[in-house]
């Protein structure tokens, strides 16, 4: 089974940096995904981490220790429209169709404020 | 990108009618489709996993005889909620990825259905 935890709610200032962490503990480990969603909207892929290390994108970076079970999702000048729920996912070492099955963290709302 | 399309986005329905919703594969071929389902405030939760040409996956919990998933082929894969009742309200999502994009790609999501049963 899969265990994910991420803080509930954070808000931060326009322009500024955030970072949203995610632990997880799990029986098999084959990836870990961020996505954004906005209220009443579909999950968006920001990024994807299976090795250790930084995996940066514009704003977007996201960090992976797998001997930890940490990641981390930091987001750079800050924009309004970043206001929104931050989802980790983690994939297990499943097979078949099982492999690509994602579970889902309960999601970190995010406030930006001007 | 690979684009996943779900219909209706948003459905009122009666308490002891059946809903149907639609996810398609626009641009790719799905062999496998996840539906999940979220509650106001809560995570994504994965209901079952849609197989084409054969019996849906389903995850502990979720009754399979009220939550009917057919993938008839391989872009679109349709759940069913049978009689439904209020409790069955919530926002259903339908996801897939591309086997084109490697062993790696994300889940693709539709845009989900807001079910409200009244």
């Known amino acids: 089974g899969q265990n994910i935890d991420q803080p509930t709610e954070m808000t931060a200032t326009e322009g500024a940096i955030v970072q949203i962490n995610c632990t997880y503990q799990?029986?098999?480990?084959?990836?870990l995904f961020w996505y954004q969603q906005h209220a009443g909207e579909a999950p968006t892929f920001l990024s994807y981490n299976v090795l250790d290390g930084l995996e940066e994108k514009g704003r977007f970076s996201s960090f992976l220790s797998r001997s930890k079970g940490y990641s981390y999702l930091l987001l750079k000048e800050l924009q309004m429209k970043d206001s929104a729920s931050y989802l980790c996912a983690v994939r297990d070492r499943a097979t078949g169709a099982g492999s690509y099955q994602l579970t889902f963290g309960k999601g970190t709302k995010l406030s930006v404020i001007p | 990108g690979a684009v996943v399309s779900q219909h209706p986005s948003r459905v009122i329905c009666k308490s002891g009618t059946s809903v149907k919703i639609e996810c398609r594969s626009l641009?790719?071929?799905?062999?496998?489709m996840f539906w999940y389902r979220q509650f106001p405030k809560k995570s994504l939760m994965l209901m079952a996993t849609?197989?084409?040409?054969?019996?849906?996956?389903?995850e502990q919990g979720v009754e399979k005889d009220k939550f009917l998933i057919n993938h008839a082929s391989l872009t679109l894969s349709t759940l069913t909620v049978t009689s439904a009742h209020p409790e069955d309200s919530s926002f259903y999502i339908c996801?897939?990825?591309?086997?084109?994009?490697?062993?790696?790609?994300?889940?693709?999501f539709g845009n989900g259905t807001r079910l409200t049963v009244t």
């Open positions: 641009d790719f071929q799905a062999t496998t």
């Open positions: 849609s197989n084409e040409g054969s019996k849906a996956t389903y």
């Open positions: 799990t029986s098999g480990f084959n990836g």
């Open positions: 996801s897939a990825r591309d086997p084109g994009q490697g062993g790696n790609s994300p889940l693709h």
